[in-house]
């Protein structure tokens, strides 16, 4: 009598439900339609939400004249002697400024993978 229970068990008819099914067999047997076609895919945007995270979160370790500065170049597309009049200051400190702000954001992005490299 024990073989027999042990034969109708949830755990011994557990196989049954662990089928291998071809991702391009139709599903629910409409023609046309696969389990493929309901498997979702990863986001190819993804990345962009990691990208402007971190961005942003290195943007917020400039101060206003960097900030200022990396905008009205890179974003405005104004000229360092046209952002130096701008902003009141001279070409150099433009130029210094941009160089600075510029390595800052490098390493906001770049150092935390620096360690994973080494």
Do not use: C
Not at 33 to 61: C, M, N, P
Not at 98 to 113: D, I, T, V, W
């Amino acid at each position: 009598m024990r073989k027999n229970l042990e034969a109708r068990s949830p755990k011994r008819r557990g196989w049954q439900y662990w089928r291998v099914t071809s991702l391009d067999a139709p599903l629910y047997n409409v023609q046309g339609f696969t389990l493929w076609d309901v498997i979702g895919e990863e986001d190819k945007r993804y990345h962009l939400i990691e990208t402007r995270l971190d961005l942003s979160q290195a943007w917020s370790q400039l101060n206003e004249m960097e900030k200022w500065i990396l905008y009205l170049i890179f974003v405005e597309g104004e000229s360092q002697r046209t952002t130096a009049h701008r902003l009141a200051i001279s070409q150099i400190t433009v130029s210094q400024t941009m160089r600075y702000a510029l390595e800052k954001l490098k390493q906001a992005l770049f150092e935390p993978l620096s360690s994973y490299y080494a």
